[in-house]
């Protein structure tokens, strides 16, 4: 079974919640950029499902539900599955990949393997594309070269070789930091839902103890680790503040991150908890 199901894919209604105007006529480069940037612009990386212990349905007609006609964003899989589906749709060469994530790790710790990538062979060139890595997500196609600074509308990012694979970094405040490590292995949707359940299900996922969110806009990104909110500006400028109680992250989500936040008191118990008891607005 393909990866990417098409059958059952709304691929005028994915344009319209990014906001493409029509359907894309040729597989290009300059459709390609546009896609990786409009994406992340659109639709949120969110974690609210696994903080409300809902399950993570990676099937293409549950992620239209959720992030196209649902309002919702999420995360790495479902993000990525969506855009594969999208270029699939519109004549792309595209495959799933795997990566081990290094940001924030020890030295010395190896994680498994728990973030997709897309790798995409357009005129003979490969490229690689990720619309689903929170406050990092790189927002243009990447060539698959060794060690070429490579710029976008945010950071500029490179790939370096590590063994039998490539190690994706973002230069930072103008230092070079890993973000994940990743090979050609083409992956099926097997191996993406085992680690979507580890996500969703695992109480060291870190999923499951806060919440997170992060958007771009084409001039700056937007990051939210439960009452810590960032405005990270190009060339190092980074606007921070502490958000007042669970009614301001809910505020913060809706407005800023454009998420169709769940109604109900379940969710509004769990913000409460982690801006430290301070109760929701009435």
């Known amino acids: 079974m393909t990866l990417f199901n098409t059958s059952v894919f ?18 290009d ?24 212990r809902r399950p993570v349905r990676l099937d293409i007609a549950s992620i239209q539900d959720k992030l196209v006609r649902g309002g919702r964003g999420g995360w790495c899989f479902e993000h990525n599955l969506l855009l594969g589906t999208a270029l699939a749709a519109i004549g792309y060469e595209v495959t799933g990949l795997s990566a081990r994530v290094v940001w924030n790790v020890p030295p010395g710790v190896v994680r498994g393997r728990s973030h997709m990538v897309l790798h995409v062979t357009l005129d003979g060139v490969s490229y690689v594309v990720d619309v689903g890595f929170g406050g990092s997500t790189p927002t243009a196609p990447l060539k698959l070269v060794e060690g070429l600074e490579q710029s976008t509308p945010h950071e500029p990012f490179r ?4 063994s039998r694979g490539f190690l994706l970094e973002a230069k930072l405040e103008g230092t ?59 060339h190092g400028v980074t606007e921070r503040r502490v958000l007042g109680g669970a009614g301001e992250i809910r505020q913060v989500l809706t407005e800023t ?25 009435t």
């Open 10 to 27: 709304d691929l005028r209604a994915y344009l319209h919640r990014i906001g493409v105007a029509s359907r894309p006529s040729r597989a």
């Open 29 to 52: 480069l300059a459709t390609l950029e546009e896609l990786a940037l409009r994406h992340p612009c659109a639709i949120p990386f969110e974690n609210l499902d696994p903080l409300l």
């Open 159 to 162: 790939l370096m070789p590590v």
């Open 176 to 234: 070079w930091k890993g973000l994940y490590s990743f090979d050609q292995q083409s992956q099926v949707l097997g191996d993406y839902e085992i680690p979507n359940w580890y996500l969703c299900n695992h109480p060291d996922s870190h999923f499951l103890d806060r919440v997170v969110a992060a958007r771009v806009d084409p001039d700056r990104r937007y990051a939210l680790r439960n009452t810590d909110f960032a405005v990270h500006f190009p």
């Open 257 to 281: 991150f454009r998420i169709n936040v769940p109604d109900g008191p379940e969710l509004d118990e769990i913000l409460v908890r982690l801006a430290g008891g301070t109760p929701a607005a």
